[in-house]
Nanobody, 123 residues
Framework: QVRLVESGGGLVHPGGSLTLSCGPR????????MAWYRQAPGKQRELVAAITSGGTANYLESVKGRFTISRDHIQNTVYLKMSGLKPEDTAVYFC?????????????????WGQGTQVTVSS
């Protein structure tokens, strides 16, 4: 069984910075793509940034140039460095990992989500 654990959320003033981190706990064979999503009150969850196992990243248009996604392949941890934060970035941020896990019938894909971490941008 594997799960994702996030940290790094909090309250920050507009223009400030935060870095979120997310790592797995448990047993797995490998991780393919990892991503950060966010969900603001009353809105649908949206993809903020994603990164492949090879390091290719893509971003939500509104965060380009302000957010950077990266991953540590040794720790299997994904980070989201956020700068130039705006009030509209306020949301619960979730990480997602596409795992390969070993089962009795062979290796199988498994999508796992973190529990979410609150980011609030306010003066």
């Amino acid at each position: 069984q594997v799960r994702l654990v996030e940290s790094g959320g909090g309250l920050v003033h507009p223009g400030g910075s935060l870095t979120l981190s997310c790592g797995p706990r448990g047993v797995f064979f490998s991780i393919n793509d990892m991503a950060w999503y966010r969900q603001a009150p009353g809105k649908q969850r949206e993809l903020v940034a994603a990164i492949t196992s090879g390091g290719t990243a893509n971003y939500l248009e509104s965060v380009k140039g302000r957010f950077t996604i990266s991953r540590d392949h040794i720790q299997n941890t994904v980070y989201l460095k956020m700068s130039g934060l705006k009030p509209e970035d306020t949301a619960v941020y979730f990480c997602k990992g596409d795992f390969i896990v070993a089962t009795i019938i062979g290796n199988m894909p498994l999508e796992e989500w973190g529990q979410g971490t609150q980011v609030t941008v306010s003066s």
